[in-house]
Nanobody, 127 residues
Framework: QVQLVESGGGLVQTGDSLRLSCAASRRTFSNYGMGWFRQAPEKEREFVAAISWNGVWTYYADSIEGRFTISRDNAKNTVFLQMNSLKPEDTAVYYC????????????????????WGQGTQVTVSS
């Protein structure tokens, strides 16, 4: 089992930035890829970004258009999502998740491939 705790969400205006954090309890956090997903009201959960276990490879949803950056600090068991140039359509609950396969090189956008999920943090972008 692993516990994930997201933080850093909030209410911001269009064009602002936020940095989300996800702290993991598992000691072997550094062996697993991580992903960020989001779910807007009345919409399905969607992929945002993913990072490999060693932080070398990253992958982003097309909708992010270069505005977000995923990173990780394995010494602190934490993954981050830096979000810049936020838009109202970015409004959602953001979740981090741990991939089920250790030492996977290619980041994964399939939510079914992730075993553990955090409770989410709300991001609201006003126009």
């Amino acid at each position: 089992q692993v516990q994930l705790v997201e933080s850093g969400g909030g209410l911001v205006q269009t064009g602002d930035s936020l940095r989300l954090s996800c702290a993991a309890s598992r000691r072997t956090f550094s062996n697993y890829g991580m992903g960020w997903f989001r779910q807007a009201p009345e919409k399905e959960r969607e992929f945002v970004a993913a990072i490999s276990w060693n932080g070398v490879w990253t992958y982003y949803a097309d909708s992010i258009e270069g505005r977000f950056t995923i990173s990780r600090d394995n010494a602190k068991n934490t993954v981050f999502l830096q979000m810049n140039s936020l838009k109202p359509e970015d409004t959602a609950v953001y979740y981090c998740a741990v991939h089920r396969a250790p030492y996977r090189a290619r980041p994964d956008s399939d939510s079914q491939a992730y075993d553990f999920w955090g409770q989410g943090t709300q991001v609201t972008v006003s126009s």
